[in-house]
């Protein structure tokens, strides 16, 4: 568990799934209906770590251990009006730190790559940039994503 202030991080099951998905849902620039039905089924399937700050949920993070040295950020989402106040680092922090111990060397996550143009998407990055998260490639088009959306893959070393 990790704390500061009144933040406190723990880990999340199937039964704040919809808490998530209200969070993500009042993101429309960030999260799609089918994105949605992603996270749903990602939830069940991979490990979940949750913020709350004076007992409300702020943020979510969703993590999938791909291979022995290397895991992904799925979803990443912190409420709006908390956003910019350290809660979506806190939960990289949290989970780099975990990760770290069951040997996991590499986090990787995927966002709509610079090109794209969408302006919501530069704070992504830059959010990644200042998290220590570094741009490999850009790939165009990625498999499973919807055509015009060129995949930029960000990997930070643990």
Request: charged residues 25%; glycine residues 8%; aromatic residues 10%.
């Amino acid at each position: 568990m990790y704390q500061g202030l009144d933040m406190v991080i723990t880990k999340g099951d199937t039964k704040i799934a919809e808490e998530c998905v209200k969070i993500a849902r009042d993101l429309p620039d960030y999260f799609t209906d089918s994105g949605i039905v992603n996270l749903i089924q990602d939830i069940k399937n991979y490990q979940l770590f949750v913020v709350n700050d004076s007992g409300k949920m702020l943020g979510f993070i969703v993590i999938a251990a791909k291979y022995p040295q290397a895991a992904e950020i799925l979803w990443l989402a912190v409420k709006k009006e908390h956003q910019n106040k350290g809660y979506g680092t806190a939960l990289i922090e949290h989970s780099s730190i975990g990760l770290k111990e069951k040997g996991i060397r590499l986090l990787e996550v995927k966002t709509l790559a610079p090109h794209a143009g969408y302006q919501p998407y530069e704070a992504t990055r830059r959010f990644y940039d200042k998290n220590g998260f570094m741009l490999t490639d850009i790939i165009d088009p990625y498999p499973g994503w919807e055509p015009g959306n060129p995949c930029a893959l960000y990997v930070k070393i643990l």
